[in-house]
């Protein structure tokens, strides 16, 4: 009965910024480390943040790193991706995802749950 749901995406011009939320519900979303997974047309899935239960630990795909941050809000049990300066290769459907207990999350194999998604196009 896990359930994540994503918000926030859509379409800006290169160089702008976009905040996305993924709301988590149906087990303790405190004890579970959570990312952020992306997936382009013809490409695989990648993992391109991710963040500790407790939010002290983070980790960013290169690419991401500098422009995007990852944080959480264990009360309201929702975590954001806070994107800048953002790229046309930014451009994918943005999944929000939470681990296996115990589980950094800093690999996709420590995943178990997925949101459907939301589209981010990044416009040149």
């Known amino acids: 009965q896990v359930q994540l749901r994503e918000s926030g995406g859509g379409l800006v011009q290169a160089g702008g910024s976009l905040r996305l939320s993924c709301a988590a519900s149906?087990?303790?979303?405190?004890?579970?480390?959570m990312g952020w997974f992306r997936q382009a047309p013809g490409k695989e899935r990648e993992l391109v943040a991710a963040?500790?239960?407790?939010?002290?630990?983070?980790y960013y795909e290169a690419s991401v790193k500098g422009r995007f941050t990852i944080s959480r809000d264990n009360v309201k049990n929702t975590i954001y991706l806070q994107m800048e300066s953002l790229k046309p290769e930014d451009t994918a459907v943005f999944y929000c995802a939470t681990t296996k207990y115990g589980a950094t999350g800093f690999k996709i194999d420590d995943y178990a749950y997925w949101g459907q998604g939301t589209q981010v196009t990044v416009s040149s």
């Open positions: 149906g087990r303790t979303f405190s004890w579970y480390a």
């Open positions: 963040i500790s239960s407790g939010g002290q630990n983070t």
